[in-house]
């Protein structure tokens, strides 16, 4: 299986596969490991039902449903349906971010599917934080490898929420999850810094004022333009990101006037 290089740090075109069809066993595991290897992977000129894209998710693990979503499309509870329309604008999501990263095990991969988007609008950026953790000083890696944090899913319900008193945002937000600040991927083997600046709330032995200024060194220095792949949308494309070695980040530079509808689907980790 031949892929096509789309930046320095991170990300491939996987030309020519129909996802669609159904894959051999041999496409599978070359895709699983590309997607190891490359961390985003991109295939253009897809057309997949809801049915198709759970099929193809499943190369990569079990497929399974936003655990906070209101999103779902009722025939599909694994499919979330991203939508932007007049009279319906769709959430922001324009933060640096690992999905789900306040869950006991999150999500090993995702998948967006492009419906409709508007024209060189809606960019999603990616960076590699497996070479942010090499990139880092000994002594950094050293002190961040005995680290580890607390991620929290109450900004994402906060979001959901909108006017909702801390009362209820509180009654709706899961227990928060530790993590450590450095793990191994399970595939590769490869250190890569697992925080983000949405959901990880603090270091564990540290209050949240103390930690914010290193999850903001850190973010800064995952996110250098040399670290980042940016995925221009077009219609029919397929972009999965391996969700235990990226954070990404939605460009919101589009309004309700410009239609934009995308279905994500989620495998489970590790």
């Known amino acids: 299986m031949q892929v096509e290089r789309l930046g320095g740090a991170l990300g491939v075109e996987v030309p020519g596969l129909n996802l669609a069809l159904p894959l051999d066993e041999e496409q599978q595991v070359d895709l699983r490991r590309h997607l190891a290897e490359h961390l985003v992977l ?38 979330l349906v991203l939508q932007n329309r007049p009279g319906e604008p769709g959430r922001r999501n324009d933060i640096w971010h690992t999905d789900m990263t306040f ?27 497996i070479a942010t953790y090499d990139d880092l000083s000994e002594t950094m890696r ?41 793990r191994r991927h399970p595939e590769t083997g490869q250190a890569c810094l697992f925080i983000n600046p949405y959901f990880t709330q603090r270091f564990t032995d540290m209050t949240v004022a103390e ?7 850190l973010t800064k220095y995952a996110t250098r333009p040399e670290n980042v792949y940016r ?12 969700n235990r070695a990226t954070m990404h980040y939605a460009v919101h530079d589009y309004d309700e006037t410009m239609p934009r509808l995308l279905h994500r689907t989620t495998a489970a980790g590790p």
């Open 42 to 79: 991109v295939f253009r000129d897809q057309s997949l039902t809801p049915p198709m894209q759970i099929a193809f998710t499943r190369v990569f693990g079990p497929v399974e449903p936003h655990p906070l979503s209101t999103h779902r499309d009722p025939a599909h509870p694994e499919l």
């Open 103 to 129: 869950a006991e095990c999150p999500p090993a991969a995702s998948v967006l599917h492009a419906l409709e988007v508007p024209e060189n609008r809606g960019d999603t950026l990616f960076c590699n934080m």
């Open 142 to 182: 050293a002190r961040l490898s005995a680290m580890r944090a607390v991620h929290s899913a109450e900004p994402e319900v906060r979001a959901r929420a909108g006017a909702a008193q801390d009362e209820t945002v509180a009654a709706q937000t899961p227990v928060a999850v530790c993590h450590p600040v450095v």
């Open 211 to 217: 930690s914010r200024p290193l999850i903001h060194f």
């Open 231 to 242: 995925h221009r949308w077009r219609v029919g494309d397929v972009v999965i990101w391996d």
